[in-house]
DNA sequence: TCTGGGGTCCTAGGACCC
DNA sequence: TCTGGGGTCCTAGGACCC
């Protein structure tokens, strides 16, 4: 048996632990910029708020309707998932961290009433040491649990647990479950179902398996097996190191200027490098691209790309910064207004694997003590209190962030003070 | 004024090998 | 009429997830 386990409304719920007087009141996140809304509140949802709704299109809409807005502050959102999934690991032998908001956990071995009562616990437990409210839905593979969680959050508000295991209940739940919120349908796959007539969970369970091989590839066989209790994805209980790392951010504002763009591009190969080092690998390939404003047809339209194929795989802050600026400066061309850029490193082999080249000139000892010197003084001083000059110190390009709440949980300054008096 | 930022997997087709 | 049979690797594009 699996319970998949999801936090409600995560980012939502992460700024009302905060802002107890919001208990009831309408929430929502926005995305960097304070661009689109990301996260809701259920009375945010009642409002018909949409998810990726664009905030400068409702303002008004908020303001009458006393919604409170924040905007996204990912160093809190992780830090509260840290502590979520610190929990669930002490209450389950195996579990695997699926999103910043959900995990897998496997139950094996538990009968139905320790399962349901396991769930109680799980939710009791984390609310109560985080603030932050979960759901659980347990069934016999990990695409029935994702069912079982949505019946949890939906029509089980107060219990928040679903337990999903006979079969009775199963072929109810499937036969009212609609097509598109299976996990692994997504719009595409859902209009060209119902375009076959097939709109409920149960009747693509009950589709040929020919028929769905040929049309959703294995990803859809897959699918209509674990709806019919075969497991066929698998707890990954060790993280998978990133095939691919992208570093990449919308300007606050329009951005003409190489020299800005070079400040941006060299903090992204530096993010970059950071997330490189922290999976112990380095890439082979470095992909730096810039973007104008999509959403203005009426400007100047140019996007592009440089691919940079290093020597050695690299997974320097020096070298990164290097390489990636003189992509830039390959691609880019005045008389643009730059709205996004981004450097994404893919062929990523682990550190001790990396393939050595005759002809490599690189001093690569004494750049990487320099690298682990810079490391060790910024996570005890804060990032990038040591950093490379070209990473600038203006930052006219940041990104808006009006609405930022404080890091409660990660920065001494921000701590609330509490007066029990 | 204003529209996010990360990832994964699968398949077909083209290139190559013997 | 009639032109083999078996592989691998890489990439772009399309689907999906949070």
Redesign the pocket.
């Not at 926005?30 to 689109?36: I, K, P, Q, R, V």
């Not at 664009?54 to 299109?57: D, G, L, T, V």
């Not at 998978?240 to 329009?254: D, E, H, L, W, Y």
């Given at each position: 048996m699996f319970a998949l386990v999801?936090c409600n409304n995560?980012y939502a719920s992460c700024e009302r632990v905060f802002h107890p007087r919001l208990n009831h009141k309408p929430i929502i996140v926005?995305?960097?910029?304070?661009?689109?809304v990301?996260a809701r509140s259920n009375e945010a949802k009642a409002l018909g708020i949409k998810?990726?709704e664009?905030?400068?299109?409702i303002?008004q809409f908020l303001k009458d309707n006393n919604v409170a807005v924040f905007s996204?502050n990912y160093a809190l959102y992780g830090d509260m998932s840290r502590r979520v999934m610190n929990i669930l690991w002490k209450l389950s032998q195996e579990m695997e961290i699926?999103?910043?908001?959900?995990a897998f956990l496997d139950l094996s071995g538990f009968n139905d009433r320790q399962l349901f009562e396991f769930g109680q616990t799980i939710r009791n437990t984390i609310k109560q040491h985080t603030g932050i409210p979960v759901s659980v839905g347990v069934a016999s593979t990990k695409t029935l649990s994702?069912v079982a969680n949505h019946i949890a959050k939906k029509h089980k508000r107060d219990i928040g647990v679903f337990l999903m295991n006979e079969n009775k209940t199963i072929e109810r739940v499937l036969k009212h479950f609609p097509v598109?919120?299976?996990?692994?349908?997504?719009?595409?796959?859902?209009?060209?179902l119902k375009s076959h007539n097939i709109h409920t969970a149960l009747e693509l369970k009950n589709t040929s398996e020919n028929w769905v091989?040929k049309h959703?590839?294995?990803?859809g066989?897959?699918i209509i097996k674990e709806l019919d209790g075969t497991s066929c994805i698998p707890m990954e209980s060790v993280t998978?190191?990133?095939?691919?790392?992208?570093?990449?951010?919308?300007?606050?504002?329009?951005v003409e200027d190489i020299a800005q763009l070079r400040e941006s591009i060299s903090m992204?190969a530096t993010?970059?490098a950071e997330?490189l080092r922290k999976q112990k690998s380095c890439a082979g390939i470095i992909n730096v691209f810039i973007q104008t404003?999509?959403?203005?047809p009426e400007l100047p339209q140019y996007n592009n790309g440089k691919i940079i194929k290093l020597q050695v795989p690299s997974d320097s802050t020096s070298e990164l910064i290097y390489h990636s600026v003189r992509g830039l400066e390959a691609i880019y061309k005045p008389g643009y207004n730059y709205?996004?850029a981004?450097v994404?490193v893919?062929?990523?082999v682990p550190s001790s694997q990396v393939q050595q080249s005759l002809f490599d000139k690189m001093d690569r000892a004494t750049d990487q003590q320099i690298t682990k010197t810079i490391d060790v003084i910024n996570s005890r001083m804060g990032r990038d209190v040591i950093r490379y000059a070209v990473q600038g110190f203006n930052r006219k390009w940041k990104?808006?962030q009006e609405q930022l709440s404080p890091c409660y949980t990660t920065r001494w300054n921000d701590l609330l003070t509490i007066n029990t008096g």
């Open positions: 999801d995560f926005l995305s960097n910029n304070d661009g689109c990301i998810m990726g664009p905030a400068f299109k303002k996204s699926y999103s910043i908001d959900e994702k598109e919120d299976i996990w692994g349908i997504g719009r595409q796959y859902a209009n060209f091989r959703l590839t294995v990803m066989t897959r998978p190191s990133k095939k691919a790392i992208c570093t990449s951010r919308s300007f606050g504002v329009m992204y993010r970059c997330k404003n999509r959403f203005k709205k996004k981004g994404i893919t062929n990523i990104l808006r």
